[in-house]
């Protein structure tokens, strides 16, 4: 099926380690997005692609970095885990960055930094 | 996903009824608003969305009715089914590429 594909869907990390979560989509779509969901918020947008070759920040940009590796993948790096990094994140597409039908959505990864 | 949903208002209908679900959005400046689902476990999926030119859209069972003079959208679900259980929120958007998403709502179709 078309859409929005995240890996890894679980992870544990410790206090200080890093990682990459990795996200590709198959619908053409020009940008992209990392957002975090947390108990009692709404979506925050960590970092967003508008187009291939460009990055900017979101919301709550501190501690992550992305990367856009072409047009269909956009990865987000934790370069060194803390606790508050304890998230639902959710990678997202879009044809354009504001366009209609909004975004799709991944299934999302579940992290949990100890 | 169950832990996003550790704090959320819960609307509990039975099956068949007709649900509503309210949104009070931030921005008088918004123009362009969406209602997602999100069901356990997934990612947010799109249901249906309205832009400030409009006060009212229905798609297949669902409604959207926008209010801007108090700044408050509902989303009616018409004949409710346990395949509606979810968490519902809505998102606004002024134009940027910002969306500010809303917290929820839970929705229980009891049988």
């Known amino acids: 099926n078309a859409g929005v594909t995240q890996t890894p869907k679980f992870q544990v990390l410790k206090t200080g380690q890093s990682m990459t979560l990795q996200c590709a989509q198959d619908?053409?779509?020009?940008?992209m997005y990392w957002y975090r969901q947390d108990p009692g918020m709404g979506l925050r947008l960590i970092y967003y692609?508008?187009?291939?070759?460009?990055?900017d920040k979101g919301e709550v940009p501190n501690g992550y970095n992305v990367s856009r590796l072409n047009k269909r993948e956009f990865s987000l790096r934790l370069e060194s885990a803390a606790p508050s990094q304890t998230s639902v994140y959710f990678c997202?597409?879009?044809?354009?960055?504001?366009?209609?039908?909004?975004?799709?959505f991944g299934s999302g990864t579940r992290l949990t930094v100890v | 996903g169950e832990s996003v949903g550790l704090h959320l208002p819960t609307l509990s209908v039975q099956e068949g009824d007709n649900s509503i679900i309210n949104c009070a959005y931030s921005?008088?400046?918004?123009?362009?608003f969406i209602w997602y689902k999100q069901e356990s476990g997934k990612g947010p999926q799109f249901i249906i969305d309205?832009?400030?030119?409009?006060d009212k859209r229905q798609g297949q069972r669902v409604t959207v009715l926008l209010n801007k003079t108090v700044k408050h959208l509902s989303l009616q679900i018409a004949a409710t089914q346990p395949g509606d259980s979810a968490v519902y929120f809505c998102?606004?958007?002024?134009?940027?590429?910002?969306?500010?998403f809303g917290t929820g709502t839970r929705l229980k179709v009891l049988a």
């Open positions: 997202a597409s879009s044809e354009a960055i504001r366009t209609p039908y909004g975004y799709t």
């Open positions: 619908m053409n779509h020009n940008s």
């Open positions: 692609s508008a187009s291939e070759g460009t990055t």
């Open positions: 921005n008088s400046a918004s123009d362009y």
């Open positions: 309205i832009r400030s030119n409009m």
């Open positions: 998102a606004e958007n002024s134009g940027t590429y910002k969306y500010i």
